[in-house]
């Protein structure tokens, strides 16, 4: 069927997916070997082979329980590194798992690094080493074999929402005017963070050279905000320690070989800071640079030559970016100290724990909507297997759900609006129609000038207060306006970025809400208030969560206190 020019398919499944990354591929594989009848459906907005934050590979497993550690230890880890306020619940379901799912892992295929006595080889007390390369295509080969269905190309826009239950999405092919109306039981978010919304380190052609996925723009968030989802936790962006120009990770030197950290004057500085967590480490390079004592470095100079080879190894696994910086300046690893800076912040809930509220089960606040992966909120530090971890209790939670006798009964009752679809087919295709208006690529860069400029950016050194964020806000509302009546599409490759622009506003317009709302320093560098500078315990361990008003605009903020393993108790709270 097509409707002013766009073919429309309907599909109708069991279970529909939406994002073909780590999360949604274990979720869909644990579907269909727990319930092989059960029909499954991913959409995936790439190509599952090679998507989402795993796409280049990864050389370690960054969640594992080594001996010595539990799911416990795990938790106080996780804790400590997060000032404390995180949802225990949701870590310590995910710390019960990873071991599990490592295993299921390698039994896929994937080759791990082993000692002479056979375990896998440890990088810390809860890391062990992979070769993993491959790691994308071993997980989608998985998938593959599952029996679960596939839609790569696939841009996923809203939830089909049925008298406030979840019963589907609705999706636009990447490649040609096709339009997708997917009717399901029930739906699982796994469509991983947003990365764009802030100004990169590198400009023009290269802006796309980042840390995170540039490919993952928060349309998760977008959707189920737009759903009515009640969110947590967006102001603890996560910023990247990196390796400069190249943005390959640090903790292959810092914890692989035990790299010193130093300033331009060869000092090693953490030592003058409160800690060595996660957020500190960043922390601590910005003060260094603020004080006139950068930049700096992570020094492999004392490493031996053995170690030359071990290192690039590592990083041909994953960042081989860094690979051809050595070459091209015709240098050994430990030929020279490798300069550090911070990335542009990310909203993530798997190194933060920005997304979606949800109780143990993974149950977002929409009935019929479940979440996995960078998409939930409250549980930081899940990493890889923490991924697959919330993959599965959100499999066999949606699995559970659609077998309730009541669900199915109400599931046959609903009927899709033709009006609803009519509108949603119209608001995804509509900068195709325009004869005027303003291409994606501007409207992205207006953006990341507010974001950085006003919200806390690289250019500002991350810091925040509450004049440059009610800019922000205000900035915002109206770009937001602009982009509804002017974003225009040469062609459906612009349609996919002018919807990612579209999302990307959205996010940043709550994220503004969220730094605004917590008036106190929590999380160093990644929610760094110059206004508000010390951590307020007393007032503020609670969560800060949000749910945005579709028809109004508006986003209201709802605090949520910490109460341990009893934290989503009655989804109660002060407004």
Not at 436 to 445: I, L
């Amino acid at each position: 069927m097509k409707t002013d020019g766009v073919e429309v398919e309907r599909i109708s499944t069991d279970i529909v997916i939406v994002g073909g990354g780590t999360a949604g591929c274990f979720a869909a594989v644990t579907i269909k070997e727990t319930s092989p009848a059960t029909e499954v459906l991913v959409i995936e907005k790439a190509h599952v082979k090679r998507s989402g934050c795993l796409a280049a590979g990864v050389n370690a497993i960054n969640a594992y329980l080594n001996p010595g550690e539990t799911p416990e230890t795990y938790l106080d880890y996780v804790k400590k590194d997060s000032a404390g306020l995180v949802r225990d619940d949701l870590v310590l379901t995910i710390g019960q798992r990873l071991n599990r799912v490592t295993e299921k892992l390698e039994s896929w295929g994937l080759p791990f690094q082993k000692d002479e006595s056979g375990c896998y080889k440890p990088r810390g007390k809860r890391n062990v080493e992979i070769t993993g390369e491959a790691i994308k295509p071993v997980i989608a080969t998985a998938l593959q074999n599952s029996g679960a269905k596939i839609l790569n190309r696939t841009v996923a826009t809203n939830y089909l929402i049925n008298e406030g239950v979840a019963a589907g999405v609705y999706a636009f092919s990447a490649r040609e005017k096709k339009f997708y109306v997917i009717t399901a039981k029930a739906v699982i978010c796994a469509a991983g963070g947003a990365a764009g919304i802030y100004k990169p380190n590198n400009d023009g052609s290269s802006r796309h050279k980042m840390w995170y996925c540039p490919f993952n723009v928060g349309t998760g968030f977008a959707m189920g905000l737009r759903a009515g989802a009640e969110m947590t936790t967006f102001e603890m962006r996560f910023i990247a320690l990196r390796i400069k120009d190249v943005a390959s990770p640090t903790g292959t030197i810092a914890q692989g070989v035990k790299a010193r950290q130093v300033n331009a004057l060869g000092e090693e500085y953490q030592g003058r800071y409160e800690s060595r967590s996660t957020p500190m480490r960043m922390y601590g390079t910005v003060e260094e640079n603020k004080a006139g004592r950068g930049p700096c470095y992570l020094d492999l100079t004392h490493l031996p030559n053995s170690h030359n080879r071990r290192l690039k190894e590592a990083y041909l696994n994953m960042s081989p970016g860094l690979v051809l910086k050595w070459a091209d300046e015709e240098t050994e690893p430990n030929g020279k100290p490798l300069e550090i800076c911070g990335s542009e912040p990310y909203i993530v809930g798997g190194h933060g724990q920005a997304g979606y509220w949800v109780d143990s089960e993974r149950k977002t606040t929409v009935k019929g909507l479940f979440a996995a992966g960078d998409v939930v909120g409250g549980a930081p530090k899940k990493y890889v297997t923490g991924c697959f971890a919330e993959g599965e209790i959100a499999a066999l939670a949606a699995l559970e759900y659609i077998g309730q006798e009541s669900v199915r009964a109400e599931l046959d009752r609903q009927e899709n609006s033709e009006q609803e679809i009519t509108a949603e087919l119209g608001r995804v295709f509509e900068p195709l129609r325009k004869q005027r208006g303003v291409a994606p690529d501007k409207y992205e860069e207006r953006l990341q000038k507010i974001m950085d400029k006003y919200a806390g950016g690289i250019s500002a050194n991350y810091e925040l207060c509450e004049p440059k964020l009610l800019r922000a806000r205000e900035l915002l509302i109206t770009l937001q306006h602009e982009v509804k009546k002017n974003i225009l599409a040469a062609d459906v490759h612009e349609l996919v970025k002018a919807h990612e622009l579209i999302d990307r506003v959205l996010v940043a317009r709550v994220l503004v809400e969220h730094l605004l709302y917590r008036k106190e320093t929590r999380w160093r560098s990644y929610q760094e208030r110059v206004d508000y500078p010390r951590r307020d315990d007393e007032r503020w361990f609670t969560f800060v969560n949000s749910v945005y008003q579709r028809e109004s605009g508006d986003i209201q903020i709802i605090e949520r206190p910490w109460s341990g393993e009893t934290a989503v108790e009655g989804f109660g709270g002060r407004v």
